[in-house]
Protein backbone atom coordinates (compact mmCIF):
# COMPACT_ATOMS: atom_id res chain seq x y z
CA UNK A 1 0.00 0.00 0.00
CA UNK A 2 1.11 3.46 -0.89
CA UNK A 3 2.00 5.31 2.34
CA UNK A 4 1.97 9.17 3.57
CA UNK A 5 4.58 10.61 2.41
CA UNK A 6 7.75 11.08 4.44
CA UNK A 7 11.26 11.93 3.25
CA UNK A 8 13.06 8.91 4.38
CA UNK A 9 12.66 5.11 5.47
CA UNK A 10 13.82 4.26 9.15
CA UNK A 11 17.16 2.94 7.30
CA UNK A 12 17.86 6.47 5.92
CA UNK A 13 17.22 6.17 2.55
CA UNK A 14 13.86 7.18 0.61
CA UNK A 15 11.18 5.57 0.11
CA UNK A 16 10.75 3.31 -2.98
CA UNK A 17 7.62 4.02 -4.92
CA UNK A 18 6.45 1.70 -7.62
CA UNK A 19 4.56 3.60 -10.37
CA UNK A 20 2.96 1.45 -13.44
CA UNK A 21 1.77 2.17 -16.62
CA UNK A 22 -1.24 -0.36 -18.17
CA UNK A 23 -2.87 -0.62 -21.38
CA UNK A 24 -3.81 -3.35 -23.31
CA UNK A 25 -3.57 -3.02 -27.55
CA UNK A 26 -4.49 -3.94 -30.86
CA UNK A 27 -3.19 -3.18 -34.36
CA UNK A 28 -1.47 -0.42 -32.35
CA UNK A 29 1.86 -0.67 -34.21
CA UNK A 30 2.51 2.99 -34.93
CA UNK A 31 1.22 4.49 -31.32
CA UNK A 32 3.37 2.55 -29.35
CA UNK A 33 6.88 4.13 -29.98
CA UNK A 34 4.91 7.04 -28.95
CA UNK A 35 3.42 5.44 -26.06
CA UNK A 36 6.44 4.44 -24.47
CA UNK A 37 8.21 7.72 -25.20
CA UNK A 38 5.41 9.40 -23.59
CA UNK A 39 5.08 7.76 -20.55
CA UNK A 40 8.95 7.43 -19.90
CA UNK A 41 8.93 11.83 -19.91
CA UNK A 42 6.26 11.85 -17.35
CA UNK A 43 8.31 9.28 -15.36
CA UNK A 44 11.26 11.38 -15.42
CA UNK A 45 9.07 14.86 -14.62
CA UNK A 46 7.56 12.92 -11.83
CA UNK A 47 11.20 11.54 -10.97
CA UNK A 48 12.24 14.94 -10.91
CA UNK A 49 9.57 15.99 -8.91
CA UNK A 50 9.27 13.44 -6.24
CA UNK A 51 13.25 13.37 -5.97
CA UNK A 52 13.14 14.55 -2.21
CA UNK A 53 10.53 11.89 -1.26
CA UNK A 54 10.80 8.78 -3.20
CA UNK A 55 12.90 6.73 -4.86
CA UNK A 56 10.19 6.06 -8.26
CA UNK A 57 10.10 2.80 -10.00
CA UNK A 58 9.24 2.85 -13.56
CA UNK A 59 7.06 -0.20 -14.95
CA UNK A 60 5.17 -0.82 -17.95
CA UNK A 61 2.93 -3.23 -18.56
CA UNK A 62 1.16 -3.60 -22.33
CA UNK A 63 -1.07 -6.52 -23.59
CA UNK A 64 -0.78 -7.18 -27.14
CA UNK A 65 -4.40 -8.79 -27.55
CA UNK A 66 -3.49 -11.45 -30.77
CA UNK A 67 -2.56 -8.31 -33.45
CA UNK A 68 -2.37 -8.98 -36.86
CA UNK A 69 0.05 -6.02 -38.08
CA UNK A 70 3.45 -5.96 -36.22
CA UNK A 71 2.75 -4.93 -32.48
CA UNK A 72 4.23 -7.51 -30.91
CA UNK A 73 7.27 -6.94 -32.95
CA UNK A 74 7.47 -3.45 -32.19
CA UNK A 75 6.71 -4.37 -28.13
CA UNK A 76 9.64 -7.14 -28.42
CA UNK A 77 11.90 -3.99 -29.76
CA UNK A 78 10.68 -1.53 -26.72
CA UNK A 79 10.98 -4.26 -24.18
CA UNK A 80 14.86 -5.33 -25.35
CA UNK A 81 15.58 -1.68 -24.78
CA UNK A 82 13.43 -1.05 -21.22
CA UNK A 83 13.33 -3.55 -18.72
CA UNK A 84 10.99 -1.83 -17.21
CA UNK A 85 8.46 -2.73 -19.71
CA UNK A 86 6.54 -5.80 -19.13
CA UNK A 87 4.65 -7.42 -22.66
CA UNK A 88 2.28 -10.10 -23.09
CA UNK A 89 0.90 -11.64 -26.13
CA UNK A 90 -2.13 -12.95 -25.71
CA UNK A 91 -3.33 -16.19 -27.27
CA UNK A 92 -6.57 -14.80 -28.48
CA UNK A 93 -8.19 -11.49 -29.01
CA UNK A 94 -10.06 -11.31 -25.55
CA UNK A 95 -11.21 -7.98 -26.53
CA UNK A 96 -9.79 -4.90 -24.79
CA UNK A 97 -11.28 -4.98 -21.18
CA UNK A 98 -10.39 -8.50 -20.22
CA UNK A 99 -6.87 -7.96 -22.18
CA UNK A 100 -6.54 -4.78 -19.75
CA UNK A 101 -7.88 -7.11 -16.72
CA UNK A 102 -5.16 -9.55 -16.80
CA UNK A 103 -2.34 -6.90 -17.67
CA UNK A 104 -3.53 -5.31 -14.13
CA UNK A 105 -2.33 -8.74 -12.15
CA UNK A 106 1.17 -7.65 -13.60
CA UNK A 107 0.78 -4.25 -11.70
CA UNK A 108 -0.99 -5.23 -8.47
CA UNK A 109 2.22 -5.24 -6.24
CA UNK A 110 2.59 -1.30 -7.36
CA UNK A 111 1.84 1.86 -5.43
CA UNK A 112 0.01 3.79 -8.34
CA UNK A 113 -0.97 2.54 -11.90
CA UNK A 114 -2.07 4.50 -14.10
CA UNK A 115 -4.72 2.43 -16.88
CA UNK A 116 -4.81 4.47 -20.38
CA UNK A 117 -5.42 3.55 -23.93
CA UNK A 118 -2.48 2.50 -26.18
CA UNK A 119 -3.80 4.57 -28.98
CA UNK A 120 -3.00 7.81 -27.60
CA UNK A 121 -6.75 9.45 -27.24
CA UNK A 122 -5.68 9.50 -24.12
CA UNK A 123 -2.59 12.22 -23.29
CA UNK A 124 -0.20 10.38 -21.27
CA UNK A 125 0.88 13.64 -19.91
CA UNK A 126 -2.34 14.03 -18.08
CA UNK A 127 -1.26 11.41 -15.46
CA UNK A 128 1.73 13.53 -14.10
CA UNK A 129 -0.95 16.10 -12.91
CA UNK A 130 -3.13 12.59 -11.29
CA UNK A 131 -0.32 11.07 -9.50
CA UNK A 132 0.53 14.83 -8.22
CA UNK A 133 -3.17 15.30 -6.50
CA UNK A 134 -2.91 11.42 -5.34
CA UNK A 135 0.37 12.62 -3.72
CA UNK A 136 -0.94 15.82 -2.49
CA UNK A 137 -4.29 14.10 -0.80
CA UNK A 138 -3.39 10.88 1.02
CA UNK A 139 -7.68 10.52 1.80
CA UNK A 140 -7.82 10.03 -2.37
CA UNK A 141 -7.63 6.77 -3.61
CA UNK A 142 -8.42 7.53 -7.37
CA UNK A 143 -8.03 10.11 -10.01
CA UNK A 144 -11.03 9.36 -12.77
CA UNK A 145 -10.26 11.13 -16.13
CA UNK A 146 -13.32 12.29 -17.58
CA UNK A 147 -13.83 13.24 -21.43
CA UNK A 148 -15.22 16.48 -21.57
CA UNK A 149 -15.63 16.12 -25.18
CA UNK A 150 -14.39 13.21 -26.99
CA UNK A 151 -13.60 12.32 -30.26
CA UNK A 152 -16.03 11.26 -33.43
CA UNK A 153 -18.94 13.16 -34.80
CA UNK A 154 -22.43 15.27 -32.73
CA UNK A 155 -24.24 12.27 -33.22
CA UNK A 156 -21.62 9.53 -31.86
CA UNK A 157 -21.02 11.91 -29.14
CA UNK A 158 -24.65 12.17 -28.28
CA UNK A 159 -24.57 8.17 -28.30
CA UNK A 160 -21.85 8.00 -26.07
CA UNK A 161 -23.42 10.52 -23.20
CA UNK A 162 -26.71 8.46 -23.48
CA UNK A 163 -24.90 5.14 -23.24
CA UNK A 164 -22.62 6.60 -19.99
CA UNK A 165 -25.73 7.82 -18.57
CA UNK A 166 -27.59 4.20 -18.56
CA UNK A 167 -24.27 3.14 -17.74
CA UNK A 168 -24.69 4.71 -14.36
CA UNK A 169 -27.96 4.22 -13.54
CA UNK A 170 -27.23 0.06 -14.06
CA UNK A 171 -24.37 0.29 -11.24
CA UNK A 172 -25.18 -0.06 -7.73
CA UNK A 173 -23.65 3.32 -6.96
CA UNK A 174 -25.47 4.56 -9.25
CA UNK A 175 -22.75 6.91 -10.54
CA UNK A 176 -20.38 6.62 -13.33
CA UNK A 177 -19.15 9.64 -14.29
CA UNK A 178 -20.22 10.46 -17.99
CA UNK A 179 -17.19 10.20 -20.23
CA UNK A 180 -15.07 8.21 -17.39
CA UNK A 181 -13.79 5.12 -19.93
CA UNK A 182 -11.10 3.53 -17.72
CA UNK A 183 -8.18 6.11 -17.97
CA UNK A 184 -7.24 7.28 -14.28
CA UNK A 185 -4.67 6.89 -11.85
CA UNK A 186 -5.04 4.26 -8.84
CA UNK A 187 -3.60 3.78 -5.49
CA UNK A 188 -3.12 -0.03 -4.86
CA UNK A 189 -6.15 -1.12 -3.02
CA UNK A 190 -8.44 0.43 -5.80
CA UNK A 191 -6.11 -2.20 -8.16
CA UNK A 192 -6.68 -5.57 -5.72
CA UNK A 193 -10.57 -4.14 -4.83
CA UNK A 194 -11.11 -3.94 -8.85
CA UNK A 195 -9.30 -6.85 -10.15
CA UNK A 196 -11.53 -8.42 -7.14
CA UNK A 197 -15.14 -7.15 -8.65
CA UNK A 198 -13.89 -8.23 -12.08
CA UNK A 199 -13.36 -11.80 -11.21
CA UNK A 200 -16.23 -12.26 -9.12
CA UNK A 201 -19.01 -10.67 -11.16
CA UNK A 202 -19.78 -10.11 -14.45
CA UNK A 203 -19.32 -6.52 -14.18
CA UNK A 204 -17.49 -3.79 -17.03
CA UNK A 205 -13.78 -3.23 -16.20
CA UNK A 206 -14.83 0.12 -15.63
CA UNK A 207 -17.77 -0.45 -13.27
CA UNK A 208 -15.37 -2.74 -11.25
CA UNK A 209 -12.84 0.44 -11.14
CA UNK A 210 -16.09 2.99 -9.88
CA UNK A 211 -17.14 0.25 -6.84
CA UNK A 212 -13.73 0.08 -5.95
CA UNK A 213 -12.89 3.43 -5.34
CA UNK A 214 -14.08 5.01 -2.43
CA UNK A 215 -12.63 8.25 -2.29
CA UNK A 216 -12.11 9.08 -6.17
CA UNK A 217 -11.22 12.75 -7.76
CA UNK A 218 -12.33 13.71 -11.10
CA UNK A 219 -9.74 15.17 -13.76
CA UNK A 220 -12.08 16.45 -17.22
CA UNK A 221 -9.93 16.04 -20.41
CA UNK A 222 -10.54 16.58 -24.52
CA UNK A 223 -10.45 13.34 -26.22
CA UNK A 224 -7.97 13.91 -28.77
CA UNK A 225 -8.40 12.24 -31.95
CA UNK A 226 -6.79 8.86 -33.34
CA UNK A 227 -3.72 9.47 -35.34
CA UNK A 228 -3.20 5.76 -36.54
CA UNK A 229 -4.86 2.54 -36.74
CA UNK A 230 -8.49 1.65 -35.92
CA UNK A 231 -10.26 1.14 -33.01
CA UNK A 232 -11.32 -2.54 -31.72
CA UNK A 233 -15.30 -1.58 -32.04
CA UNK A 234 -15.56 -0.55 -35.52
CA UNK A 235 -19.68 -0.39 -36.92
CA UNK A 236 -21.91 -2.82 -34.91
CA UNK A 237 -19.40 -3.64 -32.30
CA UNK A 238 -20.12 -0.49 -30.68
CA UNK A 239 -23.60 -1.40 -30.28
CA UNK A 240 -22.54 -5.11 -29.64
CA UNK A 241 -20.32 -4.14 -26.79
CA UNK A 242 -22.34 -1.02 -24.98
CA UNK A 243 -25.05 -3.86 -24.60
CA UNK A 244 -23.06 -6.03 -23.02
CA UNK A 245 -21.45 -3.68 -20.67
CA UNK A 246 -25.50 -2.24 -19.93
CA UNK A 247 -26.54 -6.02 -19.17
CA UNK A 248 -23.57 -7.40 -17.51
CA UNK A 249 -23.79 -4.26 -15.03
CA UNK A 250 -23.88 -5.39 -11.58
CA UNK A 251 -27.62 -4.06 -11.18
CA UNK A 252 -29.10 -4.19 -13.93
CA UNK A 253 -30.77 -7.29 -14.56
CA UNK A 254 -32.43 -6.48 -10.81
CA UNK A 255 -33.81 -2.76 -11.30
CA UNK A 256 -34.93 -3.46 -14.92
CA UNK A 257 -36.81 -6.41 -12.95
CA UNK A 258 -38.17 -4.08 -10.21
CA UNK A 259 -39.58 -1.61 -13.20
CA UNK A 260 -41.71 -4.08 -14.96
CA UNK A 261 -42.96 -5.64 -11.41
CA UNK A 262 -43.50 -2.11 -9.85
CA UNK A 263 -45.62 -1.02 -13.69
CA UNK A 264 -47.01 -4.78 -13.67
CA UNK A 265 -48.97 -3.77 -10.72
CA UNK A 266 -49.44 -0.30 -11.66
CA UNK A 267 -50.94 -1.06 -14.49
CA UNK A 268 -53.29 -3.98 -12.55
CA UNK A 269 -54.36 -1.76 -10.02
CA UNK A 270 -55.04 1.40 -12.82
CA UNK A 271 -57.29 -1.62 -14.98
CA UNK A 272 -59.12 -2.58 -11.75
CA UNK A 273 -59.76 1.05 -10.49
CA UNK A 274 -61.72 1.36 -14.02
CA UNK A 275 -63.48 -1.60 -14.44
CA UNK A 276 -64.81 -0.87 -10.55
CA UNK A 277 -66.03 2.36 -11.84
CA UNK A 278 -67.55 1.31 -15.02
CA UNK A 279 -69.34 -2.12 -12.82
CA UNK A 280 -70.45 0.46 -9.98
CA UNK A 281 -71.49 3.50 -12.58
CA UNK A 282 -74.28 0.55 -14.28
CA UNK A 283 -72.33 1.54 -17.16
CA UNK A 284 -70.46 -2.20 -17.80
CA UNK A 285 -72.33 -5.21 -19.82
CA UNK A 286 -70.66 -7.66 -17.28
CA UNK A 287 -72.67 -10.44 -15.95
CA UNK A 288 -72.91 -11.96 -12.46
CA UNK A 289 -69.46 -12.61 -10.97
CA UNK A 290 -67.18 -11.67 -14.20
CA UNK A 291 -66.05 -8.21 -12.12
CA UNK A 292 -64.94 -10.58 -9.38
CA UNK A 293 -63.10 -13.11 -11.92
CA UNK A 294 -61.58 -10.66 -13.66
CA UNK A 295 -60.43 -8.85 -10.24
CA UNK A 296 -58.98 -12.02 -9.56
CA UNK A 297 -57.00 -12.69 -12.87
CA UNK A 298 -55.66 -8.45 -12.00
CA UNK A 299 -54.48 -9.56 -8.37
CA UNK A 300 -52.43 -12.56 -9.28
CA UNK A 301 -50.92 -10.57 -12.24
CA UNK A 302 -49.91 -7.81 -9.80
CA UNK A 303 -48.72 -10.54 -7.24
CA UNK A 304 -46.41 -12.56 -10.03
CA UNK A 305 -44.67 -8.88 -10.62
CA UNK A 306 -43.79 -8.94 -7.57
CA UNK A 307 -42.65 -12.27 -6.94
CA UNK A 308 -40.37 -11.64 -10.60
CA UNK A 309 -39.53 -8.82 -8.87
CA UNK A 310 -38.12 -10.09 -5.86
CA UNK A 311 -36.46 -13.51 -7.42
CA UNK A 312 -35.00 -11.44 -9.84
CA UNK A 313 -33.17 -9.27 -6.89
CA UNK A 314 -32.18 -12.69 -5.12
CA UNK A 315 -30.81 -14.13 -8.73
CA UNK A 316 -28.74 -11.02 -8.83
CA UNK A 317 -27.25 -11.26 -5.59
CA UNK A 318 -25.79 -15.13 -6.72
CA UNK A 319 -24.62 -13.81 -10.21
CA UNK A 320 -22.22 -11.83 -8.09
CA UNK A 321 -20.15 -14.90 -7.27
CA UNK A 322 -19.44 -16.11 -10.86
CA UNK A 323 -16.23 -17.01 -12.56
CA UNK A 324 -14.72 -15.19 -16.03
CA UNK A 325 -12.86 -17.24 -18.84
CA UNK A 326 -9.85 -17.55 -17.96
CA UNK A 327 -7.18 -15.21 -20.23
CA UNK A 328 -4.23 -17.04 -21.54
CA UNK A 329 -1.51 -15.12 -22.08
CA UNK A 330 2.58 -15.64 -22.86
CA UNK A 331 4.90 -13.52 -20.99
CA UNK A 332 7.84 -12.53 -23.24
CA UNK A 333 11.20 -12.61 -22.44
CA UNK A 334 14.38 -10.99 -23.89
CA UNK A 335 15.72 -14.69 -24.82
CA UNK A 336 12.35 -15.26 -27.13
CA UNK A 337 12.84 -16.04 -30.67
CA UNK A 338 11.29 -13.22 -32.77
Known sequence: ????????????????LKLAFVTSAFNEALNLYELHRRCRAV??????????????EFRMVIADNHSTDSTLE????????????????????YGPEASAAHALTYACDCDLVITLCSDLQDPPE?????????????NSDAVLAVKQQSAGGPLLRLARRGYYRA??????????PSGFHGFGCYRNPVIIDTLHYWNDSGMSLRMCIVNASHASRTLSYQQ????????????????????????????????????IGIGGMLMAMLVAVVLLINYLGGNSQYQGGVPTVM???????????????VVSRQIEGLRMTGNRSRVRARLLKKSDDA
Do not use: K, W
Not at 1 to 16: C, I, K
Not at 167 to 176: A, Q, T, V
Not at 227 to 256: F, N, Q, T, V
Not at 296 to 305: E, K, P, Y
Open 295 to 309: GLVLASLGIQMLMFA
Open 74 to 93: VLRSIMEHDPGVIVLANQIN
Open 126 to 138: LSEGMVMMLMSDP
Open 224 to 259: AERMHGHSSYIGRGYILEALRALLSSDAAASRMAVT
Open 167 to 176: MGMSSRLRYL
Open 43 to 56: YGRLLNELNNQYSL
Open 1 to 16: MLHEPSAEGYNGRMQM
